[in-house]
């Protein structure tokens, strides 16, 4: 009966987070909205070069004009349960600040755990990041500096991304793991990226209940992601994990988490700062007291720290 129970949720939350396009609470936080002032924008743009709704993205410019912009892929967050929710990428709040800073700014949908189990969402967000270069000259790009962003179950994504940049293949215990695939027309194309902006994210999940975060039953979001359980098959885990692949040559990783964040504990983004920090991978940390799972997260305070960071990563590169 539990287990009927939450396979219910899970279906009433996906069919949730499909159906709000404009903004959603619970897994994927407050996504607030905004009408945004750019000079282009392309909207349901296909990176996989297929006739896939999850492989599409949309495209902002700033409203300052220039030859060409840096970048920033803004991921959205959803649990990985939706498939369609670029729409819903905090654009009244992250987007509208790097946008107002210069960023070109790309908000890509991906496959959800209903759609294929991981790696997966790691070989669409590659896929995007290659897209930006193939295209480079197309949309005013400009590929000297990309970098990722995301919220949640974005976040994680956006991470992972940096972690593992420039690592295409590798073993996890008893994991072979392709970080890479082959989504699009541009697999020749790097996929790395210049840095990386962490927020909420679950980054190690093999501790999800590091601390009070939102007890999910019988099945968490990454057990529908990957089809497993901890218990069973713990190198699974650690495959999905961004703070598995932490290592010296990670570009630099900015984080931000809420204090009070009751659906990802916050302790993932200490723990990830620590990891980074040890490593001595260039990073910033900043820990909301009265945070949640996006409420209260993006002030402009936060916002411009992460503009500054960034910033401070191209112009020193």
């Known amino acids: 009966m539990k287990k009927a129970l939450l396979s219910t949720a899970l279906i009433c939350l996906t069919m949730a987070v499909h159906a709000q396009p404009g903004g959603f609470g619970g897994f994927g936080g407050f996504q607030q909205q905004t009408k945004l002032e750019t000079s282009q924008q392309w909207k349901d743009v296909n990176y996989a070069g297929d006739d896939k709704a999850f492989h599409t993205c949309d495209i902002y410019l700033p409203k300052k004009e220039a030859a060409s912009y840096p970048v920033v892929i803004h991921i959205y967050g959803s649990a990985w349960f939706s498939n369609s929710s670029k729409g819903a990428a905090d654009l009244g709040t992250i987007v509208k600040a790097l946008l107002d800073a210069g960023y070109a700014v790309v908000c890509p949908n991906h496959r959800s755990s209903g759609d294929a189990k991981w790696p997966a969402q790691i070989h669409d967000i590659r ?4 897209f930006v ?3 480079a000259k197309n949309y005013k790009f400009d590929p000297s500096f990309i970098a990722t962003s995301g919220f949640s179950s974005g976040g994680h994504l956006a991470s992972t ?3 593992t940049s420039g690592t295409k293949q590798t073993k996890v215990g008893t994991v072979d793991i392709d970080l890479e695939g082959n989504v699009g ?3 020749k194309e790097l996929s790395t990226v210049n840095a990386a902006c962490d927020w909420s994210g679950p980054v190690d999940l093999t501790a999800m209940d590091c601390g009070e975060g939102m007890k999910m039953g019988e099945n968490s979001p990454e057990d ?7 218990s069973k098959e713990p190198d699974k885990y650690r495959s999905l994990s961004a703070t598995n692949y932490v290592d010296k040559n990670d570009p630099p990783i900015i984080i931000f988490h809420g204090e009070r964040d009751n659906v990802v504990p916050c302790c993932q983004g200490k723990m990830f700062y620590e990891l980074l920090k040890a490593a001595g991978v260039k990073t910033e940390a900043t820990f909301v007291p009265e945070g949640g799972h996006g409420m209260g997260m993006y002030s402009e305070e936060n916002l411009q720290k992460m503009v500054k960071f960034l910033d401070d990563v191209r112009l020193k590169k």
């Open 127 to 130: 896929a995007v990041i290659r």
């Open 133 to 135: 270069r193939g295209e």
């Open 161 to 163: 991304a940096a972690t």
């Open 185 to 187: 027309n541009y697999t």
């Open 224 to 230: 529908v992601l990957l089809g497993s359980k901890l």
